[in-house]
């Protein structure tokens, strides 16, 4: 299938004060810049707009190619044309989170009071905020519905804080992979993260922007990152024991693939990703619960929102049994939902690896949507 | 979808369900029985399925479809959230059948249950002839990878019923090809009927 082809990096900036944006803390924040990307055309109707939303570590380049680049956006893979999100018929809009560093306001920002980055001057954000910003960018469109918001892993919090935060903005909900809120065991994970950026003698209290960054401790943090997101066996099948083949005889190297790939990942992270917005991101997800406001039951009440849910067999950092609470939130409330569990071995990363099973679903689900039809006569298998 | 090619206890089902009806299918399989329905009798429907490639092929006849076992499935519904709930030839899926036929009852203000009927008499012919377990066309597997966990005859069903407390509204029998009346314990492959508590 074709690729979108050549796209670039957009800005959006509201809450210009005195109209800060009040955030879930109680603190304000203004301006605001949101990077965002959009792929395909805004019908005139202003009704094929799909909203995706990223995972922890990703950006608004969700598809496409940036100039001179060689490598596509992150979900390159399910939106294009004739592709999942088909860009023929949606216009599908990604933008960059709040609290992150590509191209959105965050902590390594300059801050307008003190000319200098904010650092951990920045207010702690939450998925709402993060949610209120796209929404935000969404009325600059003149979008008063969405046609659909997707998104896996954190991602996927997004698209629950949409379904609980505006369900008469949206048509339907396709989250991935993901959870009303972080087990302890999730947040264990985030928090070990944390804690080795902290560690790191250059992370300074976060005032690192004009000397060494704390470099070692975000790549560590990245490290265990990817172990949560593989599973045993797709690390058996990946690496097995095979060790580097130029590795030098000196103790404690990183010898074997698996090692030798960690590093890779946790090297590669850090020159692409601000330490303070791993913190502020991190401690978000894990902040985070969309039924804190009350049950799914009550706040969807009334509001014809359908949902897609995906889950994945060999996914222990987001188990489908999260995914099941989410089914079981619809059931209650009577929406209309499916939900799979793909046969995947891949853990927590399959959802953005199992491309032709999601494609399959998501395909079918937003042509429901997008034509409004229950079941019409060439639709059998 | 021709009408043509419609499964004989498909078509029967389809006339059991009014019009505009919540209906829940449980063990949906491929969505073809839910597909009818919506088309048919506009039903608001909701499958729940095991086999994840059932699940693509239900959602891409639009339908709502749950990945999940039949056992579990249940619990998390409000009481009399559907019109009906159906139990169609799912029976070999279901470990615990008592409990889920009542979890049925519950969630459902009426169930349609199908039923394949094991004391068909070319069943009968075999265990008393031959002295072999029966493998007959509707009921084609052998003692030894066959997936029905519960054997039963329709006499044995309602007697159940009886015992359950639980009202036999409508049964319908039938052969492969068409509905009979008469001695159906012995000659009807399999029966549908339509209980409520």
């Known amino acids: 299938m074709a690729d979108i082809g050549i796209v670039e990096t957009k800005y959006f900036t509201f809450a210009e004060p005195p109209n800060e944006l009040l955030l879930h803390c109680g603190e304000k924040l203004g301006p605001i810049t949101i990077a965002y990307e959009t792929y395909g055309q805004l019908n005139s109707e202003k009704n094929n707009a799909v909203l995706i939303a990223h995972a922890l570590s990703g950006d608004a380049h969700a598809a496409g190619f940036h100039k001179k680049q060689n490598k596509p956006g992150w979900w390159n893979d399910l939106i294009g044309p004739g592709k999942a999100f088909d860009t023929n018929k949606y216009f599908v809009i990604c933008s960059n989170v709040l609290g992150g560093c590509k191209g959105s306001t965050g902590p390594s920002s300059i801050s307008p009071e003190t000319n200098k980055p904010y650092a951990l001057d920045f207010p702690l954000i939450s998925m709402w905020d993060i949610v209120r910003c796209q929404k935000q960018l969404i009325d600059s469109f003149g979008i008063t519905k969405l046609l659909s918001v997707a998104g896996g892993s954190m991602g996927g919090m997004q698209v629950l804080a949409w379904l609980v935060l505006f369900p008469e903005k949206i048509r339907s909900a396709i989250p991935i992979a993901t959870a009303f809120r972080h087990s302890p065991q999730q947040i264990a994970f985030n928090e070990v993260g944390r804690q080795a950026i902290m560690a790191d003698s250059h992370w300074k209290a976060g005032n690192y922007y004009a000397g060494s960054h704390p470099v070692k401790g975000l790549a560590l943090a990245r490290m265990i990152g990817h172990i949560t997101y593989m599973s045993d066996e797709s690390m058996a099948e990946k690496f097995g024991r095979l060790r580097m083949v130029n590795s030098e005889p000196f103790k404690f190297t990183a010898d074997f693939e698996v090692e030798g790939y960690l590093k890779y990942r946790g090297d590669n992270f850090v020159q692409r990703f601000d330490a303070n917005s791993y913190l502020y991101i991190t401690e978000a997800m894990d902040n985070f619960d969309a039924l804190e406001k009350g049950s799914l039951e009550k706040l969807l009440h009334g509001h014809k929102v359908k949902v897609l849910v995906m889950a994945f067999k060999s996914d222990w950092l987001y188990p489908s049994y999260q995914s099941k609470e989410i089914i079981k939130a619809c059931k209650l409330s009577g929406v209309e939902a499916s939900y799979c569990e793909i046969n995947s071995t891949y853990g927590h990363d399959a959802f953005l690896l199992e491309t032709e099973e999601e494609t399959h679903l998501i395909t079918h689900f937003l042509k429901k949507v997008f034509y409004k039809y229950e079941v019409t006569g060439n639709y059998g298998a | ?197």
Not at chain 2, 89 to 104: C, G, K, M, P, Y
Not at chain 2, 123 to 151: C, E, I, M
Not at chain 2, 162 to 190: C, D, G, P, W
């Open chain 2, 1 to 197: 979808m021709g009408h043509d090619n419609v499964r004989l206890d498909h078509r029967i089902i389809s006339g059991l369900v009014p019009q505009g009806s919540a209906v829940l299918d449980l063990g949906c399989g491929n969505g073809d029985l839910l597909y009818i329905l919506i088309k048919e009798k506009i039903v608001r429907g909701q499958g729940i399925e095991i086999d994840e490639q059932a699940i693509y092929k239900c959602v891409a006849k639009g339908l709502n479809v749950f990945h999940g076992d039949i056992d579990s499935g249940l619990a998390d519904y409000q009481d009399k959230s559907f019109d009906y709930v159906i139990l169609n030839q799912s029976l070999q899926q279901i470990r615990h059948f008592e409990t889920v036929f009542n979890d049925a009852l519950r969630v459902g203000k009426r169930v349609i249950i199908g039923l394949p009927n094991f004391a068909h008499f070319s069943s009968r012919f075999q265990l008393f002839f031959l002295g072999k377990a029966p493998v007959t066309r509707s009921l084609p597997h052998a003692w030894y990878d066959s997936p029905n966990v519960h054997f039963l005859s329709m006499t044995d069903f309602i007697d159940f019923c009886i015992r359950q407390n639980v009202t036999i509204e409508k049964r319908v029998y039938f052969t492969e090809h068409r509905e009979i009346s008469l001695f159906a314990n012995m000659f009807a492959t399999a029966g549908i009927f339509v209980v409520s508590r």
